[in-house]
């Protein structure tokens, strides 16, 4: 089973609104982090926001933040007051496991949205 | 400037030629990791280090071979055993348990 799935292969957003990309994750482990990457055509794939799974409160950073709804495994995000430059591929990731177990940290990512900003 | 280099940006491979792909961090990171991505597709790993002189293999390893010699260095070798090498790899690292940082990629052709 896939552990990180990303519905939407494409988004469509007007200049200065919001928008929500979906991501939903699966595992059996109650300690995980979960992380979303934005990666520009540049190719380089550049860290936005991070959830723990114990973590009381969503997280926000700037114009990102993550509606995590654990209950139904999903951990979405928002984007709000979108601008030309946020055009790129969104990917969601999940590691597994923490620090006090042994493991590598290694992250799961699903394949990604492509998120377009129209003028 | 603290982060990960890459390099070469572009590297062609000629049929039954070992390539390495170079990626040096100088933010004092401990663990380093290989990713592959192929079009339309998120990141698979290939290999990843926790300390100097010690990789594992990730879920793609075969075709692939690693080194950690350096804290700061963790070169890549495709070798003529991986049969579909043409994509984009990406090195990242962190410190052990924290966010993992990425630098700008290599993309491998097959002539």
């Known amino acids: 089973a896939q552990k990180i799935t990303q519905t939407q292969p494409g988004m469509f957003v007007q200049e200065k609104e919001a928008v929500t990309l979906d991501c939903t994750y699966d595992?059996?482990?109650?300690?995980?982090?979960l992380f979303w990457y934005k990666q520009p055509s540049s190719g380089e794939m550049i860290f936005l926001i991070y959830?723990?799974?114990?973590?009381?409160q969503n997280a926000t950073e700037g114009r990102y933040s993550l509606n995590f709804q654990k209950a139904r495994k999903s951990a979405n995000l928002v984007i709000s007051a979108s601008q030309l430059g946020d055009s790129a591929m969104y990917f969601c990731?999940?590691?597994?496991?923490?620090?006090?177990?042994?493991?590598?940290?290694?992250?799961?990512f699903g394949t990604g949205t492509r998120l377009t900003v129209i003028p | 400037d603290g982060g990960i280099t890459q390099s070469p940006k572009y590297l062609f491979r000629k049929e039954g030629q070992n390539v390495t792909l170079s990626c040096e961090q100088n933010?004092?990171?401990?663990?380093m990791y290989w990713y592959r991505q192929d079009p339309g597709q998120g990141l698979r790993l290939i290999y990843y280090?926790?300390?100097?002189?010690?990789?594992q293999k990730g879920d793609i390893a075969e075709g692939y071979s690693v080194s950690r010699e350096k804290k700061e260095s963790f070169p890549l070798t495709v070798t003529s055993a991986q049969k579909n090498p043409t994509a984009f790899y990406l090195c990242?690292?962190?410190?052990?348990?924290?966010?993992?940082?990425f630098g700008p990629g290599t993309r491998l052709l097959v002539l």
């Open positions: 990731a999940m590691r597994e496991g923490n620090r006090d177990k042994t493991g590598a940290n290694n992250l799961f």
């Open positions: 595992t059996s482990d109650p300690s995980y982090g």
């Open positions: 959830q723990g799974s114990y973590d009381q």
């Open positions: 933010l004092n990171h401990d663990a």
């Open positions: 280090s926790q300390i100097v002189n010690d990789f």
């Open positions: 990242a690292s962190a410190d052990l348990w924290e966010t993992q940082y």
